[in-house]
């Protein structure tokens, strides 16, 4: 759960190292129950994906 002055969300965080994933793809999207696409790297330290 992540709350903020405006409301509240259901988030899913996940917090790794630069190694993630040893295997396989991270896919991410942009709005729920859309397609997602992989991506390589995650955002700089300090920001937000």
């Known amino acids: 759960m992540a709350f903020s002055d405006t409301g ?10 630069d190694a993630y994933p ?3 793809d991270v896919i991410i ?3 729920p129950f859309v397609r ?3 991506v ?3 955002p700089p ?3 937000f994906g």
């Open 8 to 17: 509240n969300m259901l988030v899913a965080v996940k917090a790794v190292t």
């Open 22 to 24: 040893l295997r396989g």
């Open 29 to 31: 999207a942009d709005e």
């Open 36 to 38: 997602g696409r992989p």
């Open 40 to 42: 390589q790297t995650g």
């Open 45 to 47: 330290v300090g920001e």
